[in-house]
């Protein structure tokens, strides 16, 4: 298979171009552009024949989505940050319409203070908005999970959106070798039927209409049963592309030797790269520590993890976001998962990487170290904090 | 074939709706379909017209219909577009009905963004000079010295104080390729401009005076009367922007008398003589430029 | 008379028979409007001239001119009198309800 060197931007907009969208909707905002300007290119050179829509804001660009899915279209936007924030009542007007939507966001700071680099409050502030919400580690699994976010979206009994999650700069700036797929397999990965809820011309349909109270709770009931639902799916779409292709990702969750774990670092996003070295060097010098990647946030792998975690003595939660006045989003859907499930662990939330910086090899040591030492802090620690200033240090 | 009572279809496309008795908006709505047929796609923003036609189960609307988002009726109405097209459909129309808050206030950005695009759509803007849907508040297209919930009209302001924005020529400024002012009291013109609205190879724009009796406060059968009357007294200009070029449909020579139209609304019962005034120097001061401007 | 009728009520199911999202087929109808009448329009047909005015200017399309005579579907009429008001020759009247 062809093998390129590519940047998880490039890598996106190459899937989608083998997803064949018939509509996508683009609107510039850093650092997603590379994704909006490849797929321009391909249209300009007849190499995809999708109608590509110069919409005039990130909320027209999440809207006309809606508008060629309700037509029954295969439909494709990406954002990130300040244009994702914008769009979020398009977010929640798509998963409650039941639009198979697939959207990529590039992980960046919100606003304010203004921020360009990678950090998750972006999607991680959107999880109640009813997207199926992916996170990538490398390039290949950009390239991979975007095909599969159709397999998922337009499954039968899911008929949600899914968001495709890369960090922004470290992921989405970041060139790796990849592995092209083929189209005809992929054609047959993810064959395009339209979709069962569509408009229809010779059948008329109305449709994201209005349902009062007396209906309203049942088709929330309905949206509810679908994204729980989506979990299997996430994994059977995972494990089908990996007979068909060869490389898979664990589906909703990875664990990285956490069978005899003493203590487990949850992860999200590229940060997992980083912290498999660490987790493979503390190893080799004899110390039982695991990794629990989790791929996919919403829904939320509750038994899976609660399986994985459960014979651990500390387990520490590391990621680039924090609900002021409280914790990370993933630490508290963490703490909930186990409480529903009965496993008494102890658990620490890392807050670290905001507004782009860089989390490296020996902050996650830190991190075992404070894990295994039993002494670390509660219940949250801003890792690499600038205690003092020195302007010009 | 000229549009008229006549030629029209018989069959009714928005029936059984729960607009109030009396309402422009479902009447504009209901000739703009009769007019683009059954393969329409009606997008239909949160306003008046969207409310009492898509409550689950009662669905009065009998083409394919979407409620968008309040801000996206040209956004969501490209997309529908755009999938359409691809997905091979052919002799469609994508309409969208928006109020004059959903086009002027909070859905400018998309209808300028749907223009640029050229996309072939076709955007009425019924307007009822007015918020409604929420109980009567003020909007880019209330105009002057009218009481609404909240511009209301005391001893120390009379209502609304700013004019009605220029809707029908920022459109136009944007090289639509049709555009046009129109009003149900006028309703064979109406017609003609659905028409040509209908067969236009591009974006269009009708901004449709749609008179409601319950946010003007005036009896319900006045409808085409009071909609004829703001022509007449020529404080509503029927006018054209086609191929580039300015064209007013009505020049009249003299004027129906302001005061007649305006007495007759409860949400203008309270203005003085010198509103009165306001309102004349500024129509006149409208005609003024539209005349030395549009007509050759 | 060609105008929509009240339509079957949907079949009862269970929640799993709900539409997959919030969608129906297009033209349903599950109430009249006839409860917002004060007043009905009569059309006197002898002294109608079929000009079709009212029929053009009903904002509710309640008046059928497929048949001979034009006919007002008083399920759907809601008395608003646009229809009296438009006719030049006045032949509609306005009847209070519980009246004719």
């Keep these: ?393 | 074939m000229a549009l008229n009572a006549k030629t029209l279809p018989n069959e009714e496309l928005f029936y059984g709706h729960k607009a109030c008795g009396g309402c422009g908006g479902a009447l504009a709505i209901r000739l703009a379909l009769k007019v683009l047929g059954k393969r329409s796609i009606a997008v239909i923003p949160p306003n008046c017209m969207s409310t009492v036609a898509f409550i689950y189960p009662h669905m009065p609307l009998f083409v394919n219909g979407i409620i968008p988002p309040f801000a996206a009726t040209a956004a969501v109405m490209s997309g529908v577009l755009a999938g359409a097209r691809a997905l091979g459909e052919e002799d469609f129309h994508v309409v969208g009905f928006a109020g004059d808050g959903g086009t002027s206030d909070i859905g400018l950005q998309s209808l300028s963004g749907s223009i640029d695009r050229n996309d072939k759509q076709i955007f009425l803007c019924y307007d009822n000079e007015a918020y409604m849907n929420t109980g009567i508040q003020k909007s880019g297209l209330t105009p002057y010295g009218t009481k609404t919930t909240n511009s209301p009209a005391g001893k120390n302001i009379h209502g609304s104080t700013s004019p009605k924005k220029r809707i029908f020529e920022i459109v136009a400024a944007h090289g639509i390729p049709y555009a046009a002012t129109a009003n149900v009291g006028y309703p064979e013109d109406f017609l003609m401009k659905l028409e040509k609205a209908k067969n236009c190879d591009g974006p269009s724009f009708i901004h449709v005076m749609a008179p409601c009796p319950t946010g003007w406060q005036t009896p319900s059968d006045s409808l085409i009367d009071i909609g004829k009357e703001a022509v007449d007294c020529g404080l509503w200009y029927l006018a054209e922007y086609e191929n580039g070029e300015f064209k007013l449909n009505k020049n009249p020579k003299e004027f129906t008398p302001l005061k007649d139209y305006i007495r007759k609304q409860g949400r203008f019962s309270h203005l003085d003589e010198n509103d009165l005034k306001h309102i004349e120097e500024e129509r006149d001061a409208t005609w003024a430029r539209i005349r030395r401007d549009w007509v050759k | 008379m060609n105008r929509p009728k009240l339509s079957q009520p949907l079949p009862a199911g269970t929640i799993e028979d709900l539409p997959m999202g919030p969608s129906a087929r297009a033209g349903h109808l599950i109430d009249v409007s006839s409860g917002m009448r004060t007043f009905r329009p009569v059309i006197d047909t002898e002294k109608c001239v079929n000009c079709l005015r009212c029929f053009l200017v009903c904002p509710d399309g309640a008046i059928d001119k497929s048949g001979e005579n034009l006919e007002i579907d008083y399920d759907y009429c809601k008395g608003c009198g646009v229809c009296q008001k438009s006719c030049k020759i006045g032949a509609i009247t306005m009847v209070k309800e519980g009246e004719a």
Excluded at chain 1, 22 to 46: F, S
Excluded at chain 1, 358 to 372: P, V, Y
């Design chain 1, 1 to 393: 298979m062809e093998k390129l060197f590519v940047s998880g931007d490039e890598a996106v907009a190459l899937a989608v171009r083998q997803a064949k969208p018939h509509v996508i909707a683009a609107y510039p905002i850093t650092p997603q552009t590379i994704v909006v300007e490849r797929l321009a290119d391909y249209v300009e050179d007849g190499s995809l024949n999708s109608e590509y829509l110069y919409v005039e804001s990130e909320h027209s660009a999440m809207s006309a989505v809606i508008g060629s899915a309700a037509m029954g279209a295969r439909s494709f936007t990406a954002t990130s940050s300040q244009g994702l924030l914008y769009m979020v009542e398009g977010l929640h007007y798509a998963s409650g319409s039941r639009f198979p939507i697939v959207m990529m966001n590039a992980n960046r700071s919100l606003a304010a203070p203004w921020n360009i680099y990678g950090d998750q409050r972006d999607s991680l502030s959107q999880l109640e908005s009813g997207w199926i919400q992916l996170y990538v580690e490398n390039v290949q699994e950009a390239f991979d999970t975007t095909i599969q976010a159709y397999k998922i979206a337009e499954n039968a009994d899911v008929m949600l959106p899914v968001m495709v999650n890369l960090d922004g700069f470290v992921l989405t700036h970041t060139y790796e070798p990849l592995i092209m797929t083929d189209q005809e397999t992929v054609d047959k990965y993810i064959p395009f039927a339209r979709y069962s809820n569509a408009m229809n011309l010779d059948d008329p349909v109305n449709t994201c209409i209005t349902a009062g109270p007396t209906y309203n709770t049942e088709f929330r009931w309905q949206q509810q049963l679908a994204t729980l639902k989506a979990a299997e799916v996430v994994d059977s779409a995972d494990k089908e592309f990996g007979e068909l292709f060869g490389r898979s990702y664990g589906g909703m969750v990875e664990a990285y030797r956490c069978d005899d774990a003493e203590v487990i670092l949850v992860t999200i996003g590229s940060v997992t790269g980083t912290a498999r070295v660490v987790c493979d060097a503390y190893r080799e010098a004899g110390k039982k520590v695991g990794l629990l990647k989790l791929r996919c946030a919403r829904p939320f792998p509750t038994e899976k993890i609660a399986a994985i975690v459960k014979n651990a003595k500390a387990v520490g939660v590391l990621e680039r976001d924090i609900s002021f006045g409280f914790e990370g989003a993933v630490f508290s859907d963490l703490n909930s998962a186990l409480k529903q499930q009965n496993v008494n662990v102890p658990t620490y939330n890392y807050v670290g990487g905001l507004g782009g910086r860089s989390i490296s090899k020996e902050n996650i040591a830190e991190i075992f170290d404070a894990l295994l030492s039993g002494k670390a802090e509660k219940p949250l620690e801003f890792i690499n904090l600038r205690r003092d200033i020195n302007y010009g240090a």
